[in-house]
């Protein structure tokens, strides 16, 4: 079963606005990643934050954790048409069975107008 | 050039056909996993190794195969394939500090779109 779930499904807005996404889990984490997919290529990476953290910057991109309520979320500031792409949250699991499972959020579709 | 490759790109196969799908990095990462990718559905993991002869089953394991004899590659193997195997499929692999257990992010490679008719 998927243990993150994201919302919103769909998100459109226009260049120079911010995107904010977000991500639930249910179960222990190790880290959290945030990945972006171009229409069925490969995933690429975007940021990861470890459970110990609770804020993290990359250039135009801000993720926050909160394990007390499992959730984390990432804003893309001044969005570009570039950005356009679905994104995707991914947590991996801290121990029992689910120890180094990665198990993936169904992802945002975001589209970013010019 | 850093890489995950994957063979081939495109199959189409019949119903009980075996097939194997590789999928190889020249990162020396510890971690190795396969996903599908199917709409609505989101990535699910099938199978993940952290290391040589260590695998572990992802979400979605059934009907799959898969054997880690060296670091750089990790097969998928499919020894009966179905219409319900239908999908995209990812193969990624990290960094593992295995004695910190630390995980790293995942580098993906290209995908295979895989079709059992």
């Known amino acids: 079963s998927q243990q993150g779930e994201e919302d919103p499904q769909a998100l459109s807005i226009q260049e120079g606005e911010n995107a904010t996404m977000n991500c639930s889990y249910k179960t222990s984490i190790n880290n959290l990643q945030w990945y972006r997919q171009n229409s069925g290529r490969g995933l690429v990476h975007l940021i990861l934050i470890r459970s110990n953290e609770r804020e993290k910057h990359s250039g135009r991109l801000r993720v926050t954790l909160d394990t007390s309520k499992k959730s984390s979320s990432l804003l893309i500031t001044a969005s570009r048409a570039a950005d356009t792409a679905s994104y995707f949250c991914?947590?991996?699991?801290?121990?029992?069975?689910?120890?180094?499972?990665?198990?993936f959020g169904q992802g945002t579709i975001l589209t970013v107008h010019p | 050039e850093a890489q995950v490759t994957q063979n081939p790109r495109y199959l189409i196969t019949v119903t009980g056909k075996k097939l194997t799908v590789t999928c190889s990095q020249n990162m020396n990462h510890e971690y190795m996993s396969w996903y599908r990718q199917d709409p609505g559905l989101g990535l699910r993991q099938i199978y993940y190794?952290?290391?040589?002869?260590?695998?572990d089953k992802g979400d979605v394991p059934e009907g799959y195969k898969v054997s880690r004899k060296e670091k750089r590659n990790f097969p998928l193997i499919l020894e009966s394939p179905s219409p319900n195997q239908t999908s995209l499929y990812f193969c990624?692999?990290?960094?593992?500090?295995?004695?910190?257990?630390?995980?790293?992010?995942?580098?993906f490679g290209p995908g295979t779109r895989l079709t059992v008719t």
């Open positions: 990624a692999s990290s960094l593992f500090g295995g004695t910190s257990g630390t995980f790293y992010e995942q580098y």
């Open positions: 190794s952290m290391n040589v002869e260590v695998t």
């Open positions: 991914a947590t991996v699991g801290a121990g029992g069975t689910s120890y180094g499972k990665l198990t």
